[in-house]
């Protein structure tokens, strides 16, 4: 395409803030919450991770879409994002698994994206002042329209997005990773049947499923709305809450059906919302951070072990306000906020980061090994003391 057929685009931010640049991607107008992915690696899982719904993302890697696109690594059916803002994009990308370009899958998906601004300048507004909406548009080149638009937009604090992105049926996972990317050691799992494993569908990204599959679970996933009692009918082994969109504190079903739970004494994993909604489900409190973390390399850790990890999320559970049965395991490294934590006498865990990480480290894998050994012994437990009761 030559350059004199680009469309031009505008990015204006709620704090007035405008950048002008070129368009790709759908015609449009997009409005979300304003953030940056620090990733080099992996933009296709992002912009199919339901747990950017509402957002728009900014790549700080200076160049876009030179791998294009392919249905293999698609994280969930469709993209979740808003927006796209790239520095430069590559609109002639080369790899053998490429499908289409990622300026065609945009448009295949109605979502407006900008580039060819400065996003070092744009990050630094971001970290400085923290995320805000903000708008992309290419049919709307009136700066002072748009920002009226985006001043009118909800903010994400407060905001449930979770009912957008659960599944609306229940339905049976069995595909592990596939043996080309599989990198756990081939005797990481134990023997013994198979375990049944409820997942609670916050947003989940389809490479979570494929770990627990990998480590020998029955994977039933479930709506985010699903009673207590109707989770307990399949009789899991184990509980299983996943990531997701928005503000956890207002996820009310997902806080009140964990906490109900909790008394079924089941073992409990959960990652990132999942996490959160633990947290929230043991009286603790969630807080919205600056900017976020999302990218994949925030170092977590406690004392002497640290993990290189893959996040995305905005909000982090406030240590003060969780309670004495509640063990802090791991912090982030870098602004030393609850990372990971565990109950002291309940076999409930859960991490505020992406064990599977694809893409990304893979140094936190073992924590699928370790819900399934809680699973085991838990289920080892249970006919040990139905054997003494008879």
Known sequence: MALADVKPALLVLADGTVFRGRAFGATGTAIGEVVFNTGMTGYQEVLTDPSYRGQIITFTYPELGNTGVNDEDEESAQPHVRGVVARNLCRTPSNWRMQRTLDAYLQENSIPGIYGIDTRALTRILRSSGAMNGAISNTVLDADELLRKVQAAPCMEGLNLVNEVTTKDIYEWSDPTDGIWEYRPTDAVGGGSPLTVVAIDFGVKRNILRRLASYGCRVIVVPAGTPPEDILKYEPDGIFLSNGPGDPAVVGDGI??????????????????????????????????????????????????????????????????????????????????????????LPIFSVQYHPEASPGPHDADYLFAQFVSMMRDRTAENLSSSATAR
Request: hydrophobic fraction near 35%; include cysteine; aromatic fraction near 4%.
């Open 256 to 345: 009140a059906t964990t906490r109900a739970l909790l008394a079924a004494d089941k073992p409990i994993f959960g990652i990132c919302m999942g996490h959160q909604i633990v947290g929230l489900s043991l009286g603790g409190e969630t807080f919205k951070l600056k900017f976020g973390h999302r990218g994949l390399n925030q170092p977590c850790g406690l004392s002497q072990h640290v993990e290189i990890t893959s996040q995305n999320h905005g909000f982090a559970l406030r240590e003060e306000s969780l309670g004495p049965d509640v063990e802090i395991t791991h912090l982030n490294l870098n602004d030393r906020t609850v990372a990971g934590l565990r109950h002291k006498t």
